[in-house]
């Protein structure tokens, strides 16, 4: 029986431009690890985090990795209890889906110490809570992903209703994740609550068209859908030199770019490995011409979702 294990979570891309709430992927890197260990008394103790510089509450209520598993054992009416050490390996409001990463991990591994009781699709509303503990809000652009691998849509949240879709072979993601940090729950807040029925259009539009381009495949109508009249301009204010950054991307031969998540990390869509890092190259150099730092990370789209790292016995 496994005592203890390493599990190591993706990060992911929300929304992918024309798809608020609904739809992601998961890339290869960066991604967060979580070590799980089995206890003798029942509960959950996070017993060290590393890498977010203090700034994650230790009490596991409060905490993505510890709700998500707190509600995982409430939910099995199970006893057995976890310590659980959280690594963060990416920068927290970042856009780049840190808290999914913890909260997939931790049910992941929980699930694995436990038996498997549930399959890898149930784990999903577990791992929403830690969500609803970050930023208010159980959004599931950043879990289901992390969770399934790919890209994933939710159809549905109420009943939740979530799809796999294909990605197509040649496509390589370029993410940017400059310096600066913008909180989830700040970026929703300043959303408008009505949007025009005219702006409705075009995403139902491009949104549809962004689906039917990966499924198909057809890169063409995957250029043509990676369009956000909604969200986009409003959250891009957050991010400097975003509209450069994103015409710098764009004459380097990338599909699409627009904002990853909430920001200020942007993602861009290649088909080649090549032009990817071209992509990333001209993204960093525009923000360091207004001296803002950045990281760069270049994958495939990542198809696995959560990986087991080390397991066995204390
Ligand atoms: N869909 C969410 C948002 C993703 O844009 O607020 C947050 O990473």
């Known amino acids: 029986m496994k005592n203890q294990i390493r599990v190591y979570a993706p990060a992911t891309v929300a929304n992918v431009a024309c798809g608020f709430d609904i739809l992601g992927f998961a890339v290869a890197a960066p991604g967060d690890e979580v070590v799980l260990r089995k206890r003798n008394q029942p509960g959950i103790v996070i017993t060290k985090i590393t890498g977010e510089q203090g700034q994650l509450p230790i009490e596991p209520e409060?905490?993505?990795a510890g709700v998500s598993v707190l509600q995982l054992l409430q939910h099995l009416g199970e006893q057995q209890g976890f310590?659980?050490?959280l690594h963060k390996k990416m920068p927290l409001g970042s856009g780049l889906g840190s808290s999914a990463a913890s909260s997939v991990a931790s049910?992941?591994?929980a699930n694995e110490l436990l038996g498997n009781p549930l399959s890898?699709?149930?784990?999903l509303p577990f791992a929403l809570e830690g969500e609803r503990v970050a930023c208010g809000a159980a959004h599931a652009d950043n879990a289901a992903p992390a969770l399934y691998g790919g890209f994933v849509l939710i159809r549905s949240y109420d009943p939740l209703d979530v799809i796999r879709i294909p990605t197509p072979k040649t496509l390589h993601c370029t993410l940017i994740h400059p310096h600066i940090e913008v909180?989830?729950?700040d970026a929703r807040k300043i959303l408008k609550k009505e949007i025009l029925f005219k702006d409705a259009i075009v995403q139902w539009g491009n949104i549809a068209g962004l689906i039917a381009?990966?499924?198909?495949p057809d890169y063409e109508l995957i250029r043509r859908s990676l369009q956000d009249v909604i969200?986009?301009?409003v959250r891009s204010i957050l991010i400097p030199h975003f509209q450069e950054t994103k015409q710098a991307a764009l004459e380097s031969g990338a599909l699409g770019c627009s904002i990853s998540g909430s920001g200020p990390s942007m993602f861009a869509l290649s088909l080649s490995l090549r032009t990817a890092q071209k992509v990333g190259d001209a993204m960093q150099k525009c923000l360091e011409?207004?001296?803002i730092e950045s990281d760069v990370y270049i994958s495939k789209i990542n198809q696995e979702g959560p990986r087991i790292l080390a397991d066995g016995a204390a």
Do not use: C, H, Q
């Not at 890898?120 to 784990?123: D, G, K, P, S």
């Not at 381009?213 to 198909?216: I, T």
């Open 213 to 216: 381009g990966l499924m198909l």
């Open 289 to 291: 011409n207004i001296e």
């Open 62 to 64: 409060k905490n993505t």
């Open 107 to 109: 049910v992941f591994a």
């Open 120 to 123: 890898r699709e149930a784990l």
């Open 183 to 185: 909180r989830t729950e």
């Open 83 to 85: 310590e659980i050490e």
């Open 231 to 233: 969200i986009e301009p």
